[in-house]
């Protein structure tokens, strides 16, 4: 699976963004897509997850702000970002994992990861 992620910029506290991955190679219709952020000087963490089966989870920073969803059609995975903050500011990366009923927190959980794409949030 090849992953494409894009949609990251610079953007004031309180603004908006939305990321795009797009998968090639396989479908995700079997597959779980994570997002994982890494801050400056922080290690990567967990963001938000989405089954086909239309499971979702979040993390608690995250929670109320960010929405994850897919298009089937496109073989794409979005992430909207709303009301940022300047902790939001980090790379963003999707991942995917087959799904095997698992919950897929961890980083380590995950086959195969797209190019980062940073975000910068100005306060």
């Known amino acids: 699976v090849q992953l494409q992620a894009s949609g990251g910029g610079l953007v004031q506290a309180g603004g908006s963004l939305r990321f795009s991955c797009a998968a090639s190679?396989?479908?995700?219709?079997?597959?779980?897509v994570g997002w994982f952020r890494q801050a400056p000087g922080k290690e990567r963490e967990f963001v938000t997850r989405?089954?086909?089966?239309?499971?979702?989870i979040y993390a608690d920073s995250v929670k109320g702000r960010f929405a994850i969803s897919g298009d089937n059609a496109k073989n794409t995975v979005y992430l909207q970002m709303t009301n940022l903050k300047p902790e939001d500011t980090g790379v963003y990366y999707c991942?995917?994992?087959?799904?095997?009923?698992?919950?897929?927190?961890?980083?380590?959980?995950?086959?195969?990861w797209g190019q980062g794409t940073l975000v910068t949030v100005s306060s």
């Open positions: 989405i089954k086909w089966t239309g499971s979702r």
């Open positions: 190679g396989r479908t995700l219709s079997s597959y779980a």
């Open positions: 991942a995917v994992v087959r799904d095997l009923g698992g919950t897929y927190y961890d980083q380590g959980d995950y086959d195969y």
